[in-house]
């Protein structure tokens, strides 16, 4: 009875215990990680502010800065060696040729079971933004018993169209979990969970820049304990150069997912949403400013119209093809939330039925050109607007995604197919 009434704080002690234990055994408390590929220019300053934050953080335990790279040509293998810490650092490469942060992390998470760490955290290299406060943000919540800690920033609108327009409300209004940065790039969870990780399967796309929402949705749906912490603002490299396989690698393994794992989310009612637990900052600063390229948006979103079109036209409803349709050709763009659920569920129900990967991969390929159009949308609704209103609006499309969940439910019951797919696991 005693364990039971006082579970928060015996878990708290005996995690501190175990703790200066480990320390004695010669290996690594704390593992702190960092994926990168040419981040010569930023992953010294990175490495730099980790280490403070753990010296100061976490004094007693033994940790190590452990950046696993993609052999990248531009010395950052030297910049992150020759930065002066007093905590131990080291460098783990995939061979040469093979590329991916899903296989850096992969790579981590083996170093990490291999030293035994009993916390691992997570951070982008190119960041720019990072204080020593995020390590303790991050690290303390798995001290305290949390599997899984995600950020909260402060973002523009126009940075992480992915997670606004897709990752988010799927994951709210599919999975009811109100986690605002599935892939936002620094987190931190416990070993348990990591071994879980370890036992799923691993696609090419999830070893490449579906790695973030592979460790997301598995942790949602292996049920464990997941919490958010307010990091503050969030700078960093832009990520449009690399849309277009971004896109790819992170809907393919979003979608593979959610097909394996019907009966979570064809059986949850909509009672309610769930909100993890906040801890880091309650405030958060104004967001980086972020100059947006309209023009360029809209002709990447026109090729891939052009190039998809055929396919698009066969996969949608004729109304819905018709009102896209228009919006490419006079190039105003108007893909109201309502519009963009329904078009999103129907390729997602597509995509369960198909009957091989060609087929799938026409569905993804379909996909991008109408993510573009409702980027565009949301872009031109909330450009004059500050950050707080457009979360609002993202808001309001999370919601969305809640409420014409029944519209899903009812292409699966008029075709029949009920039950979860069925795949092979491999470790």
């Known amino acids: 009875m005693f364990l039971f009434y006082n579970s928060h704080n015996l878990r708290l002690f005996v995690s501190k215990k175990k703790f200066m234990k480990r320390k004695q055994r010669n290996k690594y408390n704390i593992v702190v990680g960092m994926p990168s590929y040419n981040e010569s220019d930023t992953i010294s300053n990175v490495t730099k502010v980790l280490g403070e934050g753990l010296e100061q953080y976490f004094p007693n335990q033994k940790s190590i800065i452990v950046n696993v790279d993609n052999n990248s040509p531009d010395n950052t293998r030297e910049a992150f060696l020759d930065t002066k810490t007093f905590i131990e650092k080291k460098y783990i490469s995939t061979a040469h040729g093979i590329r991916g942060k899903g296989n850096n992390i992969l790579n981590l998470f083996r170093f990490a079971k291999t030293v035994d760490a009993e916390v691992i955290i997570v951070v982008d290299a190119d960041l720019r933004s990072i204080t020593k406060e995020w390590v303790k ?9 949390y599997d899984y800690v995600l950020p909260l920033y402060s973002r523009h609108q126009f940075d992480g169209t992915i997670t606004n327009h897709i990752c988010y409300p799927v994951m709210f209004g599919m999975l009811s979990m109100d986690i605002r940065q599935p892939v936002g790039g620094e987190f931190a969870f416990s070993p348990k969970l990591m071994k879980y990780w370890l036992t799923q399967s691993w696609t090419e796309s999830a ?221």
Not at 137 to 145: F, R
Not at 308 to 331: C, G, N, W
Not at 401 to 418: D, I, T, V
């Open 137 to 145: 943000y991050l690290g303390k919540p798995i001290v305290d018993g």
């Open 207 to 427: 070893r490449q820049y579906g790695i973030d929402i592979f460790m997301s949705l598995n942790a949602v749906l292996g049920g464990f304990k997941i919490c958010q912490a307010g990091l503050g603002t969030k700078v960093h490299k832009a990520s449009a150069p690399k849309l277009g396989i971004m896109f790819e690698q992170v809907i393919e393994t979003l979608l593979a997912i959610l097909v394996q794992n019907k009966d979570a989310w064809m059986t949850r009612n909509n009672g309610g949403i769930f909100t993890p637990d906040t801890f880091g900052l309650d405030v958060l600063a104004e967001p980086q400013e972020l100059d947006i390229d309209i023009l360029y948006l809209k002709e990447k979103g026109r090729m891939s119209y052009n190039k998809y079109q055929t396919d698009i036209k066969e996969l949608l409803e004729p109304y819905a093809f018709s009102r896209i349709h228009e919006m490419f050709e006079v190039e105003v763009f108007d893909l109201t939330i309502l519009l963009w659920t329904q078009v999103f569920y129907n390729l997602l129900y597509r995509y369960d039925v198909s009957k091989n990967d060609e087929e799938r991969r026409k569905i993804i390929n379909a996909l991008e050109p109408l993510y573009f159009a409702r980027s565009l949308s949301f872009n031109y609704h909330t450009w004059k607007y500050n950050v707080k209103y457009s979360e609002m609006e993202i808001r309001k499309e999370a919601l969305g995604f809640a409420s014409q969940k029944y519209y899903l439910w009812g292409l699966y019951s008029k075709g029949n197919k009920l039950k979860p797919e069925k795949t092979k696991k491999t470790s």
